[in-house]
């Protein structure tokens, strides 16, 4: 690399929040170990840019004097993209792009992103193929409900271990960990010729989602700007939907075990993908990972930003709260903890009592009664509303705020399971013959589709994004693992239940669905705080 200077350097200051580097050491360094381009340096605010990036490439360490770097390894190596782009200092590339801007922030989300989608591909996978499987492995329809409740059983054993998980290995260590048995359990299922490997497969992909609902939306959170962080924590729910959509569509022409092998390549990409990507700063500054934790942040917000005030704020963030590391189980009687914990926790089982799953059970019923023949297409529209309305939330979340969203979603759902329910009360008293028999069946189909947008809007995809925000550093470990469990233990007693419950009672099954609803209003009106546009320190100061 030839640097040719045509201008005097200037003794001016790097930008603010970084070390004092040697320019002529940091130079030096740029010029031994980059040698393929040549680059003319006319102005002095040329020079400025140049010595910056390379001092952002080959910071020295400011307390030994050495020039041996500064950047120790964490546990997963965060990836070195950023830093090879460092040293590629022409203004052309996308890597610049990336190094400027919001955008890798936006490229960190869409790359933990595909575990989402695996977790929808995974929930998905039993509805299109569940005749084809009975039919060639001759099993009855008890064997193959087993099946898809195993996904849940093991979501709810890797709900168990994410906290912790998520706590000594980090948040790429954990979705590295999650995405292998993943790809294990879709082989599994592919090569299967009894139930045995069909379980064991379903139980592992279980596992590995139940660690990814988890890690996931909080990685997210945690590297977000406070000003995206709703729509960014959105893209999580937005995933799972196009996963669900994706399982949907395939199904209606591929065989279930190429479906199944297709179920691999989220994670497959997912894999490789990590190691292109910071660790989260948050848990790098926790870990007292400095130098890790300020390039993490440095590259999230792009080499532009003045990254100051930011550190600061996490860096006494981290220092309250590992004064005390370790909590008493008796602590937990304390507002500032058991109120988040409350929160999080109530948030992510009413998401599950709210019926949707007993409607998406049940729709397929009700489609073919409003004259929908095609259970097949009816399931796949499902899905198309379900990913067109969380595209929208993804569009409000940082301007509506999460709260009033909720409060909007509660609200919607409650009339559609109200619509859905005195829809077949009347049909049970109303003469098959009749017109009005008719518009009841009609109006059963817009209550399910009513329900689907709202649900959407709001408790589908808010309460994991809550969660991650509110719960404190010190007991999001042990919180976080509880608020998941809870969650898939309740997703297993709903889908375990719905069909008993339709089976005593249509209208009386959605009556029930309509009362939780009513009280996520409540819960939500009374409890729930606003989030939008906090940073996760000042969340979590406002509960002591």
């Known amino acids: 690399m030839l640097v040719v200077f045509t201008a005097s350097p200037p003794s001016l200051p790097l930008p603010r929040g970084h070390h004092p580097v040697n320019v002529k050491k940091t130079l030096t360094t740029a010029v031994l170990n980059s040698w393929s381009t040549k680059i003319q340096l006319d102005t002095p605010d040329q020079i400025i840019v140049f010595i910056y990036r390379a001092a952002m490439s080959f910071r020295e360490n400011p307390e030994d004097g050495s020039g041996r770097s500064d950047m120790r390894k964490p546990l997963l190596n965060t990836g070195s993209w950023y830093k090879m782009?460092?040293?590629?200092?022409?203004?052309?590339?996308?890597?610049?792009?990336?190094?400027?801007?919001?955008?890798?922030?936006?490229?960190?989300?869409?790359?933990?992103?595909?575990?989402?989608?695996?977790?929808?591909?995974?929930?998905?996978?039993?509805?299109?193929?569940?005749?084809?499987?009975?039919?060639?492995?001759?099993?009855?329809?008890s064997e193959f409900s087993i099946f898809g409740s195993l996904s849940n059983v093991g979501a709810m054993i890797g709900a168990i271990a994410c906290g912790q998980m998520a706590e000594y290995?980090?948040?790429?260590?954990?979705?590295?960990?999650?995405?292998?048995?993943?790809?294990?359990?879709?082989?599994?299922?592919?090569?299967?010729?009894?139930?045995?490997?069909?379980?064991?497969?379903?139980?592992?992909?279980?596992?590995?989602?139940?660690?990814?609902?988890?890690?996931v939306p909080v990685y997210i959170a945690e590297i977000s700007p406070k000003n995206m962080r709703g729509a960014l924590g959105a893209v999580n729910q937005?995933?799972?939907?196009?996963?669900?959509?994706?399982?949907?569509?395939?199904?209606?022409?591929?065989?279930?075990?190429?479906?199944?092998?297709?179920?691999?390549?989220?994670?497959?990409?997912?894999?490789?993908?990590l190691f292109f990507i910071p660790e989260s700063p948050r848990w790098l500054a926790e870990m007292g990972m400095t130098e890790e934790f300020e390039a993490s942040l440095q590259v999230l917000r792009g080499f532009d930003a003045d990254i100051t005030n930011e550190v600061d704020d996490i860096k006494r963030a981290v220092a309250?709260?590992?004064k005390k590391a370790s909590i008493q189980f008796s602590e937990l009687r304390l507002k500032r903890y058991w109120f988040p914990l409350m929160i999080g926790i109530g948030l992510l089982i009413?998401?599950?009592?709210?019926?949707?799953?007993?409607?998406?059970f049940y729709s397929s019923t009700i489609f073919e009664a409003a004259g929908i023949t095609s259970s097949n297409v009816a399931t796949v529209g499902i899905g198309i509303v379900q990913v067109?309305?969380?595209?929208?939330?993804?569009?409000?979340?940082d301007k509506a705020g999460r709260r009033l969203l909720l409060l909007i979603s509660s609200i919607g759902m409650t009339c559609s399971l109200t619509l859905i329910a005195s829809a077949f009360f009347l049909e049970d008293v109303v003469s098959e013959d009749s017109g009005f028999y008719s518009m009841l069946k009609i109006l059963s189909v817009v209550g399910v589709v009513a329900l689907?947008?709202?649900?959407?809007?709001?408790?589908?995809?808010?309460?994991?994004?809550?969660?991650?925000?509110?719960?404190?550093?010190?007991?999001?470990?042990?919180?976080?693992?509880?608020?998941?469990?809870?969650?898939?233990?309740?997703?297993?007693?709903?889908?375990?239940?719905?069909?008993?419950?339709?089976?005593?009672?249509?209208?009386?099954?959605?009556?029930?669905?309509?009362?939780?609803?009513?009280?996520?209003?409540?819960?939500?009106?009374l409890w729930v705080p606003e989030t939008k546009g906090r940073t996760l320190e000042d969340i979590q100061q406002s509960f002591r």
């Open 85 to 141: 782009s460092s040293r590629q200092f022409s203004a052309m590339g996308p890597a610049q792009v990336i190094r400027e801007s919001s955008v890798s922030v936006v490229a960190c989300v869409l790359i933990v992103a595909l575990g989402p989608i695996q977790f929808g591909f995974t929930g998905g996978y039993s509805s299109p193929t569940q005749s084809a499987i009975i039919s060639d492995l001759g099993l009855s329809v």
């Open 169 to 215: 290995i980090g948040r790429k260590g954990s979705l590295m960990i999650a995405a292998i048995p993943n790809i294990i359990g879709w082989l599994m299922i592919s090569l299967a010729r009894d139930v045995s490997f069909l379980y064991l497969g379903r139980l592992l992909e279980g596992f590995g989602v139940g660690i990814i609902s988890y890690v």
């Open 238 to 273: 937005l995933s799972v939907t196009i996963g669900i959509l994706l399982v949907y569509v395939s199904g209606l022409w591929i065989n279930w075990r190429i479906l199944a092998i297709l179920g691999i390549i989220p994670c497959t990409i997912l894999i490789p993908a």
């Open 320 to 322: 309250s709260t590992n």
């Open 350 to 360: 009413l998401q599950q009592l709210s019926g949707v799953n007993g409607v998406l």
């Open 388 to 397: 067109l309305a969380t595209i929208v939330t993804l569009w409000l979340m």
């Open 452 to 525: 689907i947008i709202t649900y959407s809007l709001g408790i589908g995809a808010i309460p994991w994004l809550i969660m991650s925000e509110i719960l404190p550093v010190n007991i999001k470990s042990l919180a976080g693992s509880v608020a998941t469990l809870s969650n898939w233990l309740t997703s297993w007693v709903v889908t375990m239940t719905a069909n008993l419950l339709l089976d005593w009672s249509t209208g009386g099954t959605f009556t029930i669905y309509t009362v939780v609803s009513c009280f996520t209003i409540v819960f939500v009106a």
